[in-house]
């Protein structure tokens, strides 16, 4: 079971592998980012507790979603002690299942290992909302009333680490973790 009270850049590899379910749909989370509240230029909590961002101050294990661009809901795991700012993006996964509905929300999307790449695409695939900010995460499989459930796997996945991406700030520290080789994984552009 994964301790969601410490610190992103110890979660974010942790997360991969596990298998998150929104209501109809289930993916294999591929790729992930860390952002570390205040002590990170990037976080959305860098300057401090404002409305939009205040899912990420806790508590731990909670989802923190919010409109990217306008247009996209991203969607992070909440990480670190209550009331301290942290937390983990969602970036790419594979769906497993219910890849009928991720395909009718994505639209006509080929090859399907892009249905969640990215993390605006991955929010989209999993029907995130902005309603879902706060929402607590069960870890428990048998939990048949979670509305949002995360199952880890039975062995931990290998990773790969490196400078996170789609950010202009605070860009060196290798924050970004993906499972290598997989099509899932967002592609780095530039």
């Given at each position: 079971?994964?301790?969601?009270?410490?610190?992103?850049?110890v979660?974010a590899?942790?997360?991969?592998g596990?298998?998150?379910?929104?209501?109809?749909?289930?993916?294999?989370?591929?790729?992930?980012e860390?952002?570390l509240?205040?002590?990170?230029?990037?976080?959305?909590?860098?300057?401090?507790k404002?409305?939009?961002?205040?899912?990420?101050?806790?508590?731990?294990?909670?989802?923190?979603?919010?409109n990217?661009?306008?247009?996209?809901?991203?969607?992070?795991?909440?990480?670190?002690?209550?009331?301290?700012?942290?937390?983990?993006?969602?970036?790419?996964?594979?769906?497993?299942?219910?890849?009928?509905?991720?395909?009718?929300?994505?639209?006509?999307?080929?090859?399907?290992?892009?249905?969640?790449?990215?993390?605006?695409?991955l929010?989209?695939a999993l029907?995130?909302?902005?309603?879902?900010?706060?929402?607590?995460?069960?870890?428990?499989?048998?939990?048949a009333?979670?509305?949002?459930?995360?199952?880890?796997?039975?062995?931990?996945?290998?990773?790969?680490?490196?400078?996170?991406?789609?950010?202009?700030?605070?860009?060196?520290?290798?924050?970004?973790?993906?499972?290598?080789?997989?099509?899932?994984?967002?592609?780095?552009?530039?």
């Amino acid at each position: 079971m994964i301790n969601f009270a410490d610190a992103p850049d110890v979660v974010a590899p942790q997360l991969l592998g596990c298998v998150l379910t929104i209501g109809e749909v289930s993916l294999r989370i591929t790729e992930v980012e860390a952002y570390l509240g205040a002590n990170d230029e990037a976080s959305h909590a860098y300057r401090g507790k404002t409305a939009r961002n205040a899912a990420m101050f806790g508590p731990p294990g909670c989802l923190y979603v919010y409109n990217s661009y306008g247009i996209h809901k991203a969607g992070n795991i909440v990480c670190w002690p209550d009331g301290t700012a942290g937390g983990v993006l969602l970036r790419a996964g594979a769906i497993v299942a219910g890849s009928d509905v991720a395909q009718a929300r994505r639209g006509d999307v080929h090859p399907h290992s892009r249905l969640a790449q990215g993390p605006g695409n991955l929010g989209k695939a999993l029907g995130l909302l902005i309603e879902h900010n706060h929402s607590p995460i069960s870890q428990d499989p048998t939990d048949a009333e979670a509305g949002f459930l995360l199952v880890s796997p039975d062995e931990p996945v290998d990773y790969m680490t490196g400078p996170r991406i789609g950010i202009s700030k605070n860009t060196e520290p290798h924050w970004r973790f993906w499972v290598p080789g997989d099509p899932t994984v967002s592609k780095k552009r530039g």
